[in-house]
């Protein structure tokens, strides 16, 4: 199954860094995150990856087409050399496609720049390429195809503290309480579709916001909420959280590391028409 990987935004979140290199290719640990998000489809079996590229993009070739010299002499130890030839054989396996998609393209476009590489298939699968998970991904495949949904994505609940107000009237509040209390669910750019989404996209639109719109009024979209690890990688603080916890080795985001498990019935969160959302259950899934 064929993987979308979206690499070219300009990550101005990030700018302290992003001036000097694209988002994905910022490092948690030795690798850049990009690695890390590819390893995990790896892990699932996925090794065929399309590479939407935009800013900085020569950088990001240049590392897997060089990767032997981008990793010699980060290592000094026998087990980091050992390690460092496994990590090379494990990427010779992978089939890695770079797609120019443009520097200011939205996600949207750039994922309608690559629509001719993946409307074969019966499936594909997409990402942003700076979040980390331990979502089992086999699920969410399985929950897409017994769903009949055109598309799944990710629903992750925030990792930040803030307050949820709701309100009585114009100015009278009901009710404040923590988000992690509150049933709000976050977009967390894990995504399965058929090609039947390329039906529902427009030129020039993001993919979440218009598409998702049109996909939901016909029931045809379903979110799968995620209770474990998930963290993107949006800030510089993000970013130092990450590289804290890959130090100390906890790597809950690395499912490489552990084996494969049968996957569970799945948790359906089934995302129809606003009335019928309202209706069927509270909260909120934003995308």
């Not at 980060?74 to 050992?82: C, D, G, K, L, M």
């Not at 476009?109 to 700076?130: C, I, P, Q």
């Not at 379903?222 to 993107?232: I, K, M, V």
Request: with cysteine; aromatic share 10%; net charge negative.
């Amino acid at each position: 199954m064929k993987v979308v990987l979206f690499c070219g935004g300009l990550g101005l979140r990030m700018r302290e860094v992003s001036t000097r290199m694209p988002k994905p290719m910022i490092p948690v640990g030795t690798y850049p995150i990009l690695l890390h998000v590819m390893k995990y489809y790896a892990h699932y079996g996925h090794k065929d990856f399309i590479l939407c590229l935009g800013y900085k993009a020569k950088t990001i070739t240049s590392f897997f087409e060089n990767l032997d010299d981008n990793v010699v002499g980060e290592f000094t130890t026998v087990a980091e050399q050992r390690a460092c030839r496994s990590l090379k054989d494990e990427i010779r396996g992978w089939n890695i496609t770079f797609a120019e998609t443009g520097i200011n393209a939205k996600v949207g476009e750039r994922l309608l720049s690559v629509k001719h590489l993946v409307r074969d298939d019966d499936l594909f699968l997409a990402n942003y390429a700076d979040v980390l998970t331990d979502a089992p991904l086999d699920r969410i495949v399985e929950l897409t195809r017994q769903d009949g949904t055109v598309g799944t994505f990710l629903c992750a609940q925030p990792t930040y503290s803030f307050h949820v107000v709701t309100w009585q009237d114009e100015y009278r509040v009901s009710n404040i309480e923590s988000c992690t209390q509150a049933d709000i669910w976050l977009n967390g750019g894990y995504f399965a579709f058929r090609p039947e989404l390329f039906e529902y996209m427009r030129p020039g639109e993001e993919l979440v916001e218009e598409p998702f719109k049109r996909l939901i009024a016909d029931d045809r979209l379903s979110g799968y909420r995620h209770e474990g690890f998930w963290a993107p990688m949006d800030t510089l603080k993000d970013r130092e959280n990450l590289c804290e916890m890959h130090e100390r080795g906890d790597r809950p985001w690395a499912v490489w590391e552990r084996p494969i498990t049968r996957p569970l019935p799945v948790p359906v969160a089934s995302l129809t028409s606003e009335v019928d959302r309202k209706s069927s259950r509270e909260g909120l899934v934003a995308v």
